[in-house]
């Protein structure tokens, strides 16, 4: 079984940062290819950033440029970086892999507004 809690959200101002943390616990840490998944009301879940094993990174144009995706394999814990936020950025955010084939977790919301 394999844990992911998000955790960082919030309320915050257009041009404002956060960075969200998703922890990974259980009886097999996660070291998969991991990646930030949002969703707002009345949209599908969008994957906006992934990491691989190795370290590479993924970024949907949406988020290019803005967002920055890295992970602590100590600390099991794999972090979105979120800059230059927008509007449109407000979601409830989640880790899993890209195709969602982990069990969700509840995510964290951020709310970018004035």
């Known amino acids: 079984q394999v844990q992911l809690v998000e955790s960082g959200g919030g309320l915050v101002q257009p041009g404002g940062s956060l960075r969200l943390s998703c922890a990974a616990s259980?009886?097999?840490?996660?070291?998969?290819?991991v990646g930030w998944h949002r969703q707002a009301p009345g949209k599908r879940r969008e994957l906006v950033a992934s990491?691989?094993?190795?370290?590479?990174?993924n970024y949907a144009d949406s988020v290019k440029g803005r967002f920055i995706i890295s992970r602590d394999y100590a600390k099991t814990t794999v972090y979105l970086q979120m800059n230059s936020l927008k509007p449109e950025d407000t979601a409830v955010y989640y880790c899993?892999?890209?195709?969602?084939?982990?069990?969700w977790g509840k995510g964290t919301q951020v709310t970018v507004s004035s």
């Open positions: 990491i691989t094993d190795n370290g590479s990174t």
């Open positions: 259980g009886s097999r840490a996660s070291i998969d290819i």
């Open positions: 899993n892999s890209p195709w969602g084939t982990l069990a």
